[in-house]
């Protein structure tokens, strides 16, 4: 919607806006621990954030740096960011990490509001989305479903909370936090696939919404298997975009067939399955 409202390009360096990006070094060896480092061969842009392959993905270094602090805000976070180095040059591998964080405070810089602000007034309220946002009200805390995991013994059990859902954060993440219920999302996604609209409030125009939906990441950069090892994907903005079907149909087989082996053994275990 900002892009549309002309508040940047996508080949806008991001130090256009985030004082400090024009200066971040680069690891000279992924993984690496930070102590030989390179200057950048290009800007970081908002294409590259978009995509993630800005580099932003020195999970070590940030936790080393306090990127992580849940109790600061957007602007806290991106103002730690400069001063850690990039896992690799910007463009040159698909890496999930801090870069939708990133465009959330972008957001705030194009928009002059505050991140859940924006998310409220532009596109909760207008498509009806009464039950989305990034804390839940105390007449609602008895509807947040539990989560679960396996546990160091292959047991099922609850995850204990990381946050409260009745506490209004500081830090709107743009990656991750919303609570939302089934009914929300699906009005989110029946807004995309109509092209940007739904009940006749229009978010998107439809040639946003196909450009989005393009791959954007050359096939020498995204990962062999694709996003998160799903065979036959590229990446648009902000999403999968599916470029070989018959690739992904294989590899989805190889990968139910693994499921079905895992779920046989783990019934025969008795009690675990139960959980």
Not at 61 to 89: C, E, I, S
Request: a positive charge; proline letters at 7%; charged letters at 25%.
């Amino acid at each position: 919607m900002l892009y549309e409202e002309g508040k940047f390009l996508l080949d806008d360096p991001v130090s256009k806006f985030i004082p400090g990006f024009d200066k971040v070094k680069v690891l000279a060896q992924e993984n690496g621990d930070g102590s030989q480092v390179v200057v950048l061969e290009r800007p970081v842009t908002i294409k590259h954030l978009l995509t993630h392959t800005s580099g932003l993905a020195n999970t070590k270094g940030y936790q080393a740096a306090n990127v992580f602090d849940r109790n600061g805000t957007l602007r806290d976070m991106t103002a730690k960011l400069p001063a850690v180095p990039l896992a690799h040059q910007p463009g040159k591998a698909w890496r999930y990490g801090q870069s939708i964080d990133v465009l959330g405070y972008l957001v705030e810089v194009w928009s002059g509001e505050t991140f859940d602000a924006f998310l409220e007034e532009r596109m909760f309220q207008p498509l009806g989305m009464k039950e989305t946002g990034f804390s839940v009200p105390k007449e609602k805390l008895d509807r947040v479903s539990k989560v679960y995991s396996l546990n160091d013994r292959g047991e099922v059990e609850p995850t204990p909370r990381q946050t409260d859902p009745g506490r209004k954060p500081t830090f709107f993440s743009g990656s991750g936090g919303l609570y939302s219920t089934a009914g929300d999302y699906l009005r989110f996604c029946q807004m995309l696939l109509n092209g940007g609209q739904l009940h006749g409030r229009r978010l998107l125009s439809k040639a946003t919404v196909d450009f989005m939906m393009r791959n954007q990441v050359p096939r020498e950069v995204i990962p062999p298997d694709g996003p998160n090892g799903r065979k036959g994907y590229g990446f648009g903005f902000g999403g999968a975009v599916l470029l070989d079907s018959p690739r992904n149909s294989a590899a989805n087989r190889i990968t139910r067939a693994t499921l079905s082996l895992s779920i046989g053994a783990t019934r025969e275990a008795g009690p675990t399955w139960r959980a």
